[in-house]
Structures are given as C-alpha cells and as structure tokens.
C-alpha cells in the first residue's frame, strides 16, 4: 500500500510539474566538472528551476512504454522507508566527507534508470529561491550515479530503453539522519 501511495504521489507530480512550459535556457552553470543547464518553468518568482546535466542525452527523448508493461509495474520501484533512508544516508556521508554543511530544502529528483536500477541521468527541479547550491546538486548527483542502484523489479519493465522516475528528496531528512 505504501508503495502505491509513493508511486500515484511520483506520478502526480511528473503531471503537475509536466504542464508548465520551460521557458527558454536561462543560463548554464558547472560545478566539479559537471555543467548543468538551467531553465524555469515560468517567470513568477516562486516558480521552480530545473537544472540538468548539460551532458544528459534522453532529457528530450520520450519514454516509450510497450503495451505489454503493466503500468502497475513503476509500483514494484523500492522508494519506500528503507530506500530512502539508505539513499539519504549515502547523501549525507557525501556531503560529512566534503564538510559541506546540509540544506534545508527539499528537491524533486528525476531519475532516468536502467531495467537493473543503474542511474543513466538525472535532473533536478527546485524553487527559485532554494538555498541549494550548484555544488549541492553536483554532489548529490555524483553520489546517486557512483553509489546508489534503484531496486526494482527489472522484469516489469522489458523492452524498455530506460525508465523514468522522480521521487522527493528532503534534505532536512537526511541531515536528520
């Protein structure tokens, strides 16, 4: 049930979030080797940023879902308590090992991942006025890519070239830890 809860919550946001246009490239930004592009999805001031790696190639391409992938199956993605909390544990030694103090802001992470969890890409959407640092995105996308595989059930999602995910991340959970 809680899987399910997680699950119409990720799918609701990926459709709220999807109905704003981006507004044209703002600006590019880099950070310890990755570059990320900025666009926003309006110009009211509360409006979210989404910055993705410059280096990202499915940004614009289209997820296909086969007809014979259950649509049930994004449910079988592991984003529960314990997910999370392995997650955000990794995060947070991330962030100990570099010294750099944890922000007090919560993110949407999109993930683009393979059948077996691996992360290929992702993206991050965040208020405009978000106390998260290029550096914190750099971070956190550096720690999720080397040392963090989604679980899921890989069998769920045959045929597919990758699937797309987002999922909150509550960084005043992780520095909680």
Same mark, same amino acid.
């Given at each position: 049930m809680k899987k399910l809860q997680i699950f119409i919550l990720c799918m609701f946001t990926q459709h709220a979030f999807g109905q704003d246009k981006l507004t044209k490239l703002e600006e590019k930004v880099t950070s310890d080797g990755i570059s990320y592009k900025i666009s926003q999805r309006s110009s009211y001031p509360n409006s979210r940023k989404l910055y993705s790696n410059a280096s990202n190639k499915l940004d614009n391409d289209l997820a296909i879902i086969p007809v014979n992938v259950s649509r049930v199956a994004f449910s079988t993605i592991d984003m529960g308590k314990d997910e999370s909390k392995r997650r955000d544990g990794l995060i947070k030694k991330s962030? %100990?090992?570099?010294?750099?103090?944890?922000?007090?802001?919560?993110?949407?992470? !999109?993930?683009?991942?393979?059948?077996?969890?691996? @992360?290929? %890409?992702? =993206?991050?959407? @965040?208020? =405009? !006025?978000?106390?998260i640092s290029v550096d914190d995105l750099s971070l956190i996308e550096k720690t999720l890519k080397n040392d963090y595989v989604i679980k899921l059930d890989s069998k769920q999602f045959k045929e597919m070239k990758y699937i797309g995910y987002s999922a909150p991340l509550a960084l005043p959970g992780v520095k909680n830890l």
């Open positions: 962030f %100990e090992l570099k010294s750099r103090p944890i922000p007090d802001d919560t993110l949407f992470v !999109n993930y683009k991942i393979t059948r077996q969890g691996k @992360i290929l %890409e992702l =993206s991050f959407l @965040i208020k =405009s !006025n978000s106390k």
